[in-house]
């Protein structure tokens, strides 16, 4: 018998208060409105995350706006002193998962080929995953829409690459939005499933689950079918008032995922 999973939701830590209220399992706290690399803000962040209403059992928006882990204006000495610290965090809060979209960082320049962008990119998951060792906490690849990056765009593509790397601590993520904007059939969930450790959810116009047209009894069946065990995070803006957007988008999910 499947259990339902743990649905929550992604936001800055000051959103904790209203997403317990809201009825969700947990937060998805967002990296970079942290600003870990400065000192007295990364002391703050450890503090507030040690005092959360809900768990931060995730985190996303890894690496800072400015930071590159692809091409030539990487500075490895710098990401890895980052995510040190966010290993810190993640540690802290007994994370399961930390998200790398960032399409920002991982875009390939001009006069940079698909095969040195990919192993550059492999470069960097492995010093994720050596510094992610003994922490309970899996690093997921996040496909990305064209629009926002040209490196891993499908989920078939982003557990392509953690199957390559093949370590425990890097696994695959499927987002509702993007694999719809790129048009992506969804039974890929299921094929991929044993490799998905987290799945981003949002609906039409990229707002909150069930205000619009997206096909959840099929996308929820496909997990179901595939055995799928992890976190189920909404990555959305919301239609109507917060509180209650994010209430009725909780009772939606719970609802969707037992009929699915």
């Not at 706006?65 to 995510?83: C, L, M, Q, S, W």
């Not at 007994?94 to 920002?104: E, I, K, P, Q, T």
């Not at 629009?147 to 093949?166: F, I, P, Q, Y």
Request: hydrophobic share 40%; with cysteine; glycine share 8%.
């Amino acid at each position: 018998m499947t259990t339902t999973p743990r649905f929550g939701w992604c936001g800055p830590l000051q959103n904790a208060t209203s997403m317990k209220e809201a009825g969700l399992d947990y937060i998805e706290a967002q990296l970079v409105p942290m600003k870990l690399e400065d000192d007295t803000a990364f002391a703050d962040a450890k503090a507030r995350v040690g005092d959360l209403p809900l768990p931060a059992l995730a985190f996303s928006y890894l690496f800072p706006h400015d930071a590159r882990i692809v091409g030539p204006e990487k500075d490895e000495h710098r990401n890895r002193t980052y995510f040190d610290r966010v290993v810190e965090l993640l540690t802290l809060a007994r994370a399961r998962v930390v998200v790398l979209g960032s399409g920002w960082t991982r875009n390939i320049p001009d006069g940079w080929t698909q095969a040195k962008a990919e192993d550059e990119f492999l470069s960097t998951l492995a010093w994720c995953a050596d510094a992610l060792q003994g922490s309970g906490t899996t690093l997921v690849i996040e496909p990305l829409n064209r629009k926002e990056s040209n490196l891993v765009n499908s989920v078939a593509d982003g557990v392509r690459l953690a199957k390559k790397l093949n370590r425990t601590e890097v696994r695959g993520l499927a987002d509702f939005y993007h694999m719809d904007e790129q048009s992506e059939p969804l039974d890929e969930v299921r094929e991929h499933c044993a490799w998905l450790a987290h799945i981003h959810l949002a609906d039409t116009g990229r707002l909150n689950p069930g205000t619009g047209s997206y096909d959840y009894p099929t996308f929820l069946g496909h997990l179901k079918a595939g055995g799928y065990q992890g976190l189920l995070s909404a990555e959305c803006g919301v239609k109507d008032e917060p509180l209650t957007s994010m209430r009725e988008s909780a009772a939606f999910l719970r609802a969707a995922w037992s009929a699915a």
